[in-house]
């Protein structure tokens, strides 16, 4: 019996630990469709030009297939408009069903097909992982501790996320719900790793240098680094469509190319600028310390060393920053920076639940 019960935990935690690298996959995904313009590569939503398998050729397509799915749309931007106004989202409805980004239809490009059908293909992925994960969490409610309704609660925000994704489709990527988009799946992510680090699937080493409100701190101050790059990234198309995208005159380029006009975006981009100069300072700063207390120092310096980790990421990250404004924008850049950001905030959420995990632990220990 308790081998048998062994087992089942062993495959919920196997279950979880697919679906959460699976949803972390759609980062990586999601950046490659935005980097190549490929969101609007399917324009119905779960099909892709009313078929399963988008086609390889426009000849399969029926003639007026553009005006056949631009109806379509329309229609869906009709019934979200509706669902704006209820909410008192009266300018923002007016102005989706205004835009003529969204009035306009789409040729179909195979490649960008594609790539957006890749991207629901491991949407599904993450879906039926999470099924598993919630079927097995049923099945053997008593049997499985902590972290249930967490997982049922990522499972609502991937059902929620895959919704608002057919909505970025129709809303032809209306600048604000592709972010939401964004962070919703992130939420996502974390809602399945407080339920899998609630089945005792994983835990960090070295996690005494700082104390777990300060892992937490950390990991909302990189979260908040995360969302307004996101926003940042809207910023860039608005430049794009603005006519403003290169510093003034830059037009022919900065040795050769050209450079982002980093003097015509908002605060918000100072700030996503900035603060990941201060997080990589505030890690090489504790190695030091560590460091001064007599601590070996190859183990401060090791990958084991969450500071360490981080530290590297940022740098990795900051390296990437520059590359963009440089290059404005590169498709292969806009994918590592989405990549390595999330990279980033996944590692710091899982050591803040190790070292909570931890601390109940020792607080819960009786004395001997």
């Known amino acids: 019996m308790q081998h048998s019960s062994s087992k089942i935990l062993k495959l919920y935690r196997r279950m979880g630990l697919f679906t959460c690298s699976s949803v972390f996959l759609l980062f990586f995904f999601g950046g490659l469709v935005r980097a190549t313009g490929s969101g609007m590569g399917c324009p119905d939503w779960p099909k892709c030009f009313g078929l399963w398998a988008p086609p390889t050729c426009e000849c399969k397509l029926p003639g007026n297939y553009q005006a056949l799915f631009l109806k379509k749309r329309l229609e869906k931007v009709q019934r979200f408009a509706k669902v704006l106004n209820g909410l008192g989202m009266h300018e923002r409805a007016q102005l989706l069903l ?88 992130f939420l996502c992510l974390f809602a399945y790793m407080v339920s899998l680090h609630g089945a005792k ?20 101050t990189v979260f908040l680094v995360v969302i307004i790059g996101a926003w940042s990234r809207e910023q860039v198309d608005l430049l794009r469509m603005g006519g403003d995208l290169y510093m003034e005159g830059d037009q022919e380029g900065f040795l050769g190319w050209g450079m982002l006009n980093v003097f015509a975006m908002d605060w918000i981009f100072a700030v996503h600028r900035y603060l990941p100069f201060v997080i990589l300072g505030w890690m090489i700063w504790l190695m030091r310390k560590e460091a001064n207390k007599g601590n070996v120092s190859a183990s401060v310096l090791s990958l084991d060393n969450p500071l360490m980790v981080i530290a590297v990421l940022c740098a990795l990250q900051i390296g990437i920053g520059v590359v963009h404004i440089w290059f404005v924008v590169p498709a292969w850049a806009q994918v590592s920076h989405v990549v390595v950001g999330s990279a980033i905030i996944t590692y710091i959420f899982a050591v803040y639940l190790s070292a909570r995990a931890k601390k109940s632990i020792s607080v819960d220990e009786p004395n001997h």
């Open 201 to 220: 699937a994983y835990q960090f080493n070295g996690l005494d240098i700082l104390h777990k409100k300060q892992w937490f701190g950390l990991w909302i």
């Open 98 to 185: 205004t835009d003529p980004s969204v009035q306009a239809p789409e040729a179909f490009d195979p490649v960008k097909a594609w790539i957006e059908y890749i991207n629901r293909l491991f949407g599904v992925l993450s879906g039926l992982f999470a099924m598993i994960y919630f079927g097995l969490m049923i099945l053997h409610w008593r049997k499985i501790e902590g972290g249930k309704m967490w997982g049922i609660l990522g499972l609502f925000l991937l059902l929620l996320n895959g919704w608002l994704g057919s909505l970025v489709v129709a809303t032809n990527l209306l600048p604000g719900i592709v972010t939401i988009h964004f962070i919703l799946s």
